[in-house]
């Protein structure tokens, strides 16, 4: 009987600090959003193609590419360019990029398999830029 209530009561201890551990220690699992409602509320905007080949397995492949213009949502949300994606932040650049993987697909008639490129979304990635030296006024 003791032997019970102490696991018991090591096993309420472990809970009671696991609950009360800073939020940050705690795994957090994203929050899901279907395809259709993420396409519009973006910062960086996706287009979706659909790559149909008949003799390849899979037959469709869908492509999530970064569209044409990256802030043209935030033109028509009046939100002001310094706030979007595309810009210049001291001495980051912010730029909407265009993830690719690759895909295993078989191609039956042949008996062959191939790898191939799938652009698999877009985002808003930072990457460090310097700032360009002083230069001399004047003739040199």
Known sequence: MSHQI?????????????????????????RTVDLADALNRTVCPIVVEVDDDPARVPRRIKMMKCAPDPNKWCMQQKIPQHECCEHNHNNHQMECVEMHDTVLVQYP???????FDVAVGCSCMVGQSSRATTVPSGPT
Do not use: D
């Not at 102490?6 to 939020?23: C, G, K, N, Q």
């Not at 008639?109 to 790898?115: D, H, L």
């Open 109 to 115: 008639a042949a008996g062959s398999t191939r790898t």
């Open 6 to 30: 102490l696991l018991f009561t090591a096993a309420l201890a472990i809970t009671t600090l696991a609950s009360a551990m800073p939020s940050h220690l705690h795994h957090h699992h994203p």
